[in-house]
């Protein structure tokens, strides 16, 4: 390499005072790229404007990608206080950009996936209990009739299991189809890399080059793509089980810790309406008090158990 | 007592009246009575076996007993006591 470039660095050159008729001219071009750092720096567009920090970058092309590493060693020798890149670093830089966008959005994803995950369980739970509670009379009837109490919460759970496989089901359907259309619609993040020039630059070991890569640039894409792996289906499906086996635990052992004559106390609205008007009619022995459509109006209205009989309420003499 | 045994008491020991029908509306009927026999450990075989027989027996108390009822609102309309 020429080593024209070791006087950089050093004393200030004379101020140029002597007329440069090759200026502005094809000549002038090729010999600017041969200025010394310190004329370069001294060199202004009128007399008092000086170039002293202006020039700061210099492009040296190598004339094979192979001997990259022993040019950088040159010129850390020969200019030990500048800041050395080469191509590799600029296109890491740029792939590394592209690569952290990338991983920011598996991040999000794989963040999102979780809440998404935390927010299903809490509501599958949440749900199964609503459930569970508006069917205490049921298994208030179960428990009376002889279920032991691991019997309803295998019930609740099995139920809950079948829900959760038929809903990871339509999950991984619904994902296959998601994928698609991401796949489909996916936009590609661009990113243009200057590329190291073809290396036919033969005798020239370093050079002022104006603008390293603007001959040859190429365009990095990172395509968004929604990948469907067995792993995640199987992830998936798991998971939905394992929530519907969480939300079946939690209900039926709400359910399962009642005592029947507790939970069978828990009428609905309408039940004691029916004992009532049953009682009514056997006692009257008239069929026209049974008919909901006359009782319901004179027997609703009352908050239960103060017009009906004390018979009517359902059964609470089975005490454990 | 434990659960369990007090589980079956209920089961073996002690029958039920219900005042309303307390039965569950997505279950059939035989799978109704089923949710009783379930508890005192018959088998499913056995257990269908048992209601059919019993839903027999009911089918057969029924119709003896409309022809008791066509019988005796015979015997009331004609108005001679002769059964």
Request: hydrophobic letters at 45%; one cysteine or more.
């Amino acid at each position: 390499m020429r080593s024209s470039l070791d006087a950089g660095g050093a004393a200030p050159y004379p101020r140029a005072a002597r007329p440069r008729p090759w200026r502005g001219s094809p000549e002038g071009e090729r010999r600017r790229s041969r200025l010394l750092l310190a004329r370069a720096q001294q060199t202004g567009a009128t007399g008092t404007a000086k170039l002293n920090n202006e020039v700061n970058t210099i492009y040296v092309s190598a004339d094979s990608a192979s001997s990259i590493p022993a040019v950088q060693q040159e010129l850390t020798k020969l200019l030990p206080t500048a800041a050395i890149t080469d191509q590799n670093d600029l296109a890491s830089q740029v792939t590394g950009s592209v690569g952290s966008a990338a991983s920011l959005a598996n991040n999000l994803g794989k963040w999102l996936s979780v809440a998404v995950l935390v927010a299903a369980f809490g509501l599958a739970i949440l749900l199964t209990m609503s459930a569970v509670a508006r069917r205490v009379r049921e298994f208030g009837t179960l428990k009376a009739l002889g279920w032991r109490g691991g019997r309803i919460v295998g019930q609740v759970v099995g139920e809950s299991l079948v829900i959760g496989v038929v809903g990871g089901a339509a999950g991984v359907a619904l994902g296959y189809g998601g994928a698609a259309l991401i796949d489909k619609l996916a936009t590609r993040l661009s990113a243009i890399v200057g590329s190291s020039p073809p290396t036919t630059a033969s005798g020239v070991a370093a050079r002022l080059a104006q603008q390293v890569g603007s001959s040859a640039t190429h365009t990095v894409y990172v395509t968004l793509t929604a990948p469907v792996t067995l792993n995640a289906i199987g992830l998936a499906v798991v998971l939905a089980l394992a929530g519907g086996l969480l939300a079946g635990a939690f209900g039926g052992w709400r359910a399962a810790r009642l005592r029947p004559a507790a939970a069978l106390r828990k009428v609905e609205w309408w039940s004691h309406c029916v004992a009532w008007t049953w009682n009514s009619a056997t006692a009257n022995g008239s069929r026209s008090a049974a008919r909901p459509g006359r009782a319901s109006p004179r027997c609703c209205n009352c908050s239960a158990g103060s017009t009906a009989p004390p018979g009517a309420r359902s059964s609470s003499t089975a005490r454990t | 007592m434990s659960e369990r045994v007090v589980a079956r008491v209920r089961a073996r020991s002690i029958g039920f009246v219900f005042q309303a029908f307390n039965l569950m509306p997505m279950l059939s009927a035989a799978e109704n009575v089923e949710t009783a026999l379930a508890p005192l450990g018959v088998g499913g075989a056995e257990r269908r076996r048992l209601i059919l027989i019993a839903a027999l027996i009911v089918i057969v108390a029924i119709v003896v007993g409309v022809l008791i009822y066509l019988r005796r609102s015979r015997r009331d309309r004609d108005g001679r006591g002769e059964s």
